[in-house]
């Protein structure tokens, strides 16, 4: 019976065309409105490591004090200073653990018909390969004995291998990054995970993919400035030395802690870190530290645009707005054959059988209205530059799942809508329509 009621919704649409076309349009503009925002909203609350994103955390920690903290709701600042990033390393609380920072080295490619390019590059211990799932098409990341040396060799991302070695293996080879040589120890295959959750701070959480990556000793021995925020409460003196001594927070670090227990215990050895900077004079405030998971430290950092969540709640209004005047016009185009619903009664048709042909029908015409949102859709993603930020409007695309979803919804959406017309045509009597007629 089902192929019989869907052969007869399409005879339907086209019984009454003007009808039939702004059901069509008014289903197709409030799907493809909702679907398109719906695509941002997606790309932007992603978890971007969905089986290590309860394992991972950040710990922030109160180095400049109530006066600074009140600013910010009480919460410490979002990045570290130089002094406690390399305290939490010494005393390796955690699994795995890693300090970083964005960093701006010059490529220089061997070929000399190759400008210099700057990629995206960050300095990092060898424990945060592992620790973010990085994938390697080639090699893999260095030791942690290269990091004690403060060696200088580099991983390297799968476009820039690509740009620069025409795609083959070029473990044991070198590159030139400002004027001096780094032994390649590894080729990373494709890894952009969005939002990039370990650099929030610096990206917004969105941004290019990480092409290079650099020991955080190396980076440090060659002075590298960050490439990201720098935020100071205090003048941090003149040059490197007094910079790195100071209180200026530009370095993020990442804690591996599998288990609750491992977590719980981290988190009172940063309470006792923070103490023991009071007792020693440099804090004169009580601890105020913060151990944030991935989306814990994400919702912190607002990485899902306000504008993201402002449009796809005003979209789903549109959907619902649509979605009433659809009820009014199913309600009409039903109401028009209460003739022919009063025979099929009075031939012996049930309730339930008017409910299943109508329904059906229904579904037929959010189908169609299915077909005509993706079309839309399509637009409506190619269009979303023109309100959101090119690094955000780059990850809405129109997949499979999208695609699966937009016609899902239309269907779904026109069949609840149909409910009511549905019920007061099956209220329809039989004896009053062929009296009538």
Sequence with gaps: MFAYYFQLGLR??????????????????????????????????NNPIPGKSSQLYVPLIDNWGPEDAAQNKGEPPDAMSYTDAMALMRDHRARRQTALYPVAP?????????LPVRESSYAVYADAFPMFDVPFLYGGGWQASDDAAHAPVVVIGRALNDKLFRGVNSVGREINLDGRNYRITGVM?????QPLFFDPVNTSGFGDPVQLFIPFTRAIDLK?????NNNCNKHSGEGWDAWIRSDCVWIEYWAELPSVAEANAFRQY????????QRSGRFTWAPNVRLYDVPQWL??????????????????GFLLICLVNTVGLLLAKFMRRAPEIGVRR????????????FLIEAGTVGLVGGVVGLLLTGVGVFGVTLVFDPDIAR????????????LLVAVLATVLAAFYPTWRAAQVQPAWQLKSN
């Design 12 to 45: 339907s649409l086209r019984k009454n065309p003007l009808l039939t076309a702004l059901m069509v349009m008014a289903i197709g503009c409030g799907v493809a409105a909702s679907m398109t925002t719906y695509s941002v909203f997606r790309a932007t609350s």
């Design 106 to 114: 010059s490529v220089i490619p061997a070929d000399a018909s190759m």
């Design 189 to 193: 295959d494709t890894w952009d995970p």
């Design 224 to 228: 590298m400035a960050t490439n990201g």
């Design 270 to 277: 940063l309470h006792g870190y923070a103490a023991e900077q």
């Design 299 to 316: 919702e912190h950092e607002k990485v899902v645009p306000q504008e993201a969540k402002v449009s796809l709640l005003v979209s789903l």
């Design 346 to 357: 009075a031939l012996g048709a049930s309730r339930k059988e008017i409910y299943a042909q």
């Design 395 to 406: 990850l809405a695309t129109l997949n499979g799942s999208l695609i699966a979803l937009t």
